[in-house]
């Protein structure tokens, strides 16, 4: 069963996919135009063939451009918040009406349609339903399938590790080529910095720090179920490290066992996930 409060997967919002969404969506939307021959399109101008697909390209290139303004708004978002699966599933419907709304006054005032207004928005909501809804069912299994490829091929070199150094962590790139490894205990905290992950660690008892390029959703999804929790839109923190949890004016806050470093903020989003870990933490001692 689908759990609609889930977020939904970073890979879905990261900018490389977002572009080859876009492309892919034109592509299918300027194909599907011209063989289904939606939108009124056959009452368009006496046109040759060649004509006929420059001017049906710039007029879902026109109309591609909604998703195009959705797709940068959401990237924003996202950066400041998380999106659940329920509230993608609605924006895409936003953006289905929108650009049907598009259609339908394209075909209402420049065609001179004389069909009733609210039901060349139906028509064009079902026509718009198709040429969005297709190409992003085919790429959301596609970058699905990319994801797991990944995370089956991280989990293969994980295996390759000595048994001694299984107790390391290995940190890919947003290409999935291993940059970084770290032993879990020297792990500190990932903070955010745009399509940037800092990995604060311990080297030598000093705090050092390794860019890598990645999104922190990413590394979410990959430390889930262990220590390694996400607190906040900006950082993710090793609960192994974690010394004292407290509550001041300014919310959350966790104080790790290094006082070098700074006390990593909790978010109200992620403010369950810090008390589940953390009651897992107190049942583990009182078992001790």
């Known amino acids: 069963m689908i759990d609609f409060l889930k977020p939904i997967p970073?890979?879905?919002?990261?900018k490389r996919n977002i572009i080859r969404m876009i492309f892919f969506t034109s592509l299918f939307a300027l194909v599907f135009i011209n063989i289904y021959s939606p939108f009124g399109v056959d009452k368009w101008f006496n046109l040759t063939q060649l004509e006929f697909l420059t001017y049906s390209s710039l007029i879902i290139l026109t109309g591609v451009l909604v998703v195009v303004v959705s797709r940068i708004i959401m990237f924003r978002i996202c950066k400041r918040m998380v999106i659940n699966i329920?509230?993608?599933?609605?924006w895409i419907f936003a953006e289905v009406l929108f650009m049907a709304l598009f259609y339908a006054l394209f075909e209402k005032f420049l065609l001179d349609d004389t069909r009733i207004f609210s039901d060349l928005v139906k028509i064009s909501a079902r026509n718009t339903a198709l040429v969005l809804l297709l190409p992003y069912s085919i790429?959301?299994?596609y970058f699905s399938w990319i994801d797991k490829k990944e995370q089956i091929d991280r989990l293969a070199d994980v295996q390759a590790f000595p048994s001694n150094n299984r107790n390391m962590i290995p940190f890919y790139d947003d290409k999935g080529i291993l940059k970084f490894s770290i032993k879990k205990e020297n792990l500190l905290y990932l903070e955010s910095a745009e399509n940037y992950v800092n990995i604060c660690y311990l080297n030598k008892n000093k705090v050092s720090k390794y860019l890598l390029r990645d999104t922190l959703k990413k590394m979410e999804e990959n430390f889930s179920g262990t220590e390694i929790i996400r607190c906040h839109r900006s950082y993710m923190v090793n609960f192994d490290k974690v010394k004292v949890m407290r509550k001041d004016k300014d919310g959350l806050k966790l104080e790790l066992d290094n006082p070098s470093v700074t006390d990593i903020p909790v978010s109200k989003t992620?403010?369950?996930t810090v008390m589940q870990t953390f009651s897992k933490y107190c049942q583990t001692q009182d078992g001790a």
Do not use: G, I, K
Not at 10 to 14: G, R, V
């Open 139 to 141: 790429l959301w299994l």
């Open 10 to 14: 970073s890979y879905l919002n990261e």
């Open 86 to 90: 329920r509230q993608y599933l609605l």
């Open 270 to 272: 992620y403010v369950n």
